[in-house]
């Protein structure tokens, strides 16, 4: 007999895929959080609970709400691996909004270019930095290399290793 994955939520399998078969659903993304959060199977996601299409569609509204439960960074990788995948695979047939790229002339290239620099000043490695900051090195190398959508967490995270003050103030 198969084990529930949603167990605590009181939640029986059915009630699940019924809630995943619908991306407007109120609970949609929570539940699919924990569903990737739980299992790696994808032949078990993308045969009894998820389409690929869903999936990559909705991923960027699954994503925060696993950071938001503290599922580790290396499980989100792995699904932010598997989307991209997904979408080179079925990408033409599916609408979904690209990453929108910061321009490099941009504040945040001029706060990469600072933590890359002081990271190698201390002559620390980009996976040894993410070890003590508690993120993935894939995390790591998007924040030093200018890419957007890094949380505020993860530069405070960096920041905090690195000796660095991270500090917002009024413009004046």
């Known amino acids: 007999m198969e084990q529930n994955i949603f167990w605590d939520k009181k939640l029986t399998q059915e009630e699940a895929k019924k809630i995943l078969a619908n991306s407007k659903h109120d609970r949609f993304s929570e539940i699919a959080a924990l569903l990737l959060s739980r299992t790696n199977n994808l032949k078990l996601i993308f045969s009894e609970y998820l389409t690929k299409e869903i999936f990559c569609q909705q991923w960027k509204r699954i994503k925060p709400e696993m950071r938001k439960n503290k599922w580790g960074d290396q499980r989100i990788d792995y699904w932010d691996q598997v989307q991209k995948t997904?979408?080179?695979?079925?990408?033409?047939?599916?609408?979904?909004?690209?990453?929108?790229?910061?321009?490099?002339?941009?504040?945040?290239?001029?706060?990469?270019?600072?933590?890359?620099?002081?990271?190698?000043?201390?002559?620390?490695?980009?996976?040894?930095?993410a070890k003590k900051a508690g993120i993935s090195q894939q995390t790591v190398s998007h924040i030093e290399s200018g890419i957007g959508d890094v949380s505020l967490g993860s530069l405070k995270k960096v920041s905090k290793v690195l000796n660095l003050e991270f500090k917002i103030s009024p413009i004046s």
């Open 86 to 129: 997904l979408y080179k695979q079925i990408g033409q047939t599916i609408a979904i909004r690209k990453k929108k790229e910061l321009p490099t002339d941009s504040e945040f290239s001029d706060i990469a270019r600072v933590l890359r620099g002081e990271r190698k000043k201390q002559e620390i490695t980009q996976k040894a930095l």
